[in-house]
């Protein structure tokens, strides 16, 4: 599985941006989707994560972006996004999407994750 992030850039506090990430090579749909972020000297952390198998629909939040971050699919299920509203300084990171075929123990923990983009960076001023 290969996943390419893009869409990262410097915002000024209260902004927006939308991250997107490619997926391909996945051998079907039953897979947990999942975006983290990992600040300036701080460990990696889970933002938001989907499962996008049948039946799916289940999508989980971080505590610190719940009501201004959303994570979704394209309709043909290639691409995941993560459209962020609302940031603040806090948010800068590196951003990382990540899947798994099946259900991780604990869907924002990076210990749960197969395959990981390269990252793309996230100022907020």
């Known amino acids: 599985v290969q996943l390419v992030e893009s869409g990262g850039g410097s915002v000024q506090a209260g902004g927006s941006l939308r991250l997107s990430c490619a997926i391909s090579?996945?051998?079907?749909?039953?897979?947990?989707l999942a975006w983290f972020r990992q600040p300036p000297g701080k460990e990696r952390e889970g933002v938001a994560a989907?499962?996008?198998?049948?039946?799916?629909?289940?999508?989980y939040y971080d505590d610190s972006v719940k009501g201004r971050f959303t994570i979704s699919q394209d309709n043909s299920k290639n691409t995941l996004f993560l459209q962020m509203n609302v940031l603040r300084p806090e948010d800068t990171a590196m951003y990382y999407c990540?899947?798994?075929?099946?259900?991780?123990?604990?869907?924002?923990?990076?210990?749960?994750?197969?395959?990981w983009g390269q990252g793309t960076q996230v100022t907020v001023s």
């Open positions: 989907m499962y996008t198998g049948f039946g799916g629909g289940n999508i």
């Open positions: 090579g996945r051998s079907n749909e039953n897979y947990f």
């Open positions: 990540a899947a798994v075929p099946l259900c991780p123990v604990s869907t924002l923990s990076p210990a749960g994750y197969t395959w």
